[in-house]
């Protein structure tokens, strides 16, 4: 795997030496649907390989109506849409609709970007009015490094599509419109967000737009796709691996998403993580998609375990819910 740490560096000998117990699945809380990586950006940082060349990604029809039949029988708390750019599927709304039926909490992870798109002017309207969680990525709350990871203009851009949501009602403190941002560090640097970055955030997006925001969470970068690549040409894979490698913090194991998320494929098979997914790593024990899968054949099915878990692993943990741990411990 291209992931792989160099040396005896693996992550199950490191869970063994630790004497920490193997982590399984517990009780479905997220359904996490990929509907493919058609977007209308290429991020330096995607772990998916996500950019405007990849129309031919997309969730078949046939795969959504198995998703939306999916809704009823495991009955998640959560339905989160991610891509890509979900919001670029045709039946995007339609599967926000048959979660929001089924009274699930909807997260869309937004690039914030595609809100401006001509054709999806009526988008964030929607999702206001379907009191969908909009979880944003904002990278730094300045335009330099945001533009440098994301392309010329992408900051403006976003502070333009914050504005509009917040005159939806997002970012105001209701929570049936939360605006949530997610920042990734600059390149090989880990996550390492306090409340003390959180109120400086507020602050600065506010004294230089006037926007509002409900919470911030951070991703590790991970290891993988274009990031994977970024590192290989600056000769850095080794050294960043060896640094997650040593930030690995026993208490993040807890909150880690593989846990309590089932991650589905734009061809409907199944999987612990979107990280996994993009590794083609499925879902443990008997092949199943989300056609056929019940909750009793999830119920503490063993994790596909892979040395880039140390990116989830690693100070605070990180997931797609921001830190999984508040104890950290710095890489040696």
């Not at 959180?198 to 911030?216: I, M, P, S, Y």
Request: charged share 20%; net charge negative.
């Amino acid at each position: 795997m291209a992931s792989a740490l160099p040396g005896d560096q693996h992550f199950e000998a490191t869970l063994q030496q630790g004497g920490l117990p193997r982590p399984q699945r517990g009780a479905l809380r997220v359904l996490q649907l990929n509907l493919g990586k058609l977007c209308n950006m290429r991020c330096s940082h995607c772990h998916v390989n996500a950019g405007p060349h990849q129309g031919h990604t997309q969730m078949a029809d046939a795969v959504v109506e198995q998703c939306i039949a999916a809704m009823e029988r495991l009955k998640p708390a959560v339905v989160d849409l991610t891509g890509g750019a979900p919001e670029l599927h045709p039946r995007f709304r339609d599967l926000v609709r048959a979660a929001r039926q089924q009274s699930c909490h909807v997260i869309d992870r937004c690039n914030l970007t595609v809100l401006l798109l001509p054709a999806l002017r009526d988008l964030a309207a929607f999702l206001a009015q379907e009191q969908v969680e909009i979880v944003a990525s904002l990278p730094q709350p300045e335009a330099e490094s945001t533009d440098a990871q994301r392309g010329d203009g992408t900051w403006e851009a976003s502070i333009q599509a914050l504005q509009q949501l917040n005159a939806l009602g997002y970012g105001q403190g209701d929570p049936k419109r939360q605006l949530t941002l997610m920042s990734n560090p600059d390149g090989t640097h880990l996550q390492q967000l306090t409340p003390c970055d959180t109120a400086a955030w507020k602050r600065r997006l506010q004294e230089q737009a006037g926007v509002k925001f409900d919470a911030l969470i951070g991703l590790n970068n991970m290891p993988i796709a274009r990031f994977l690549e970024q590192l290989q040409r600056d000769g850095h894979v080794n050294c960043y691996l060896k640094l997650l490698h040593g930030a690995f913090n026993p208490q993040a194991l807890t909150g880690l998403m593989c846990r309590d998320t089932l991650s589905v494929a734009a061809n409907g098979r199944l999987y612990d993580c979107d990280f996994n997914q993009m590794l083609e790593l499925p879902l443990g024990g008997s092949t199943t998609t989300i056609e056929t899968i019940s909750l009793e054949q999830l119920d503490n099915r063993d994790i596909h375990w892979g040395n880039h878990c140390f990116g989830c692993t690693a100070g605070q943990g990180s997931s797609c819910s921001g830190a999984t741990s508040t104890e950290t411990r710095s890489a040696d």
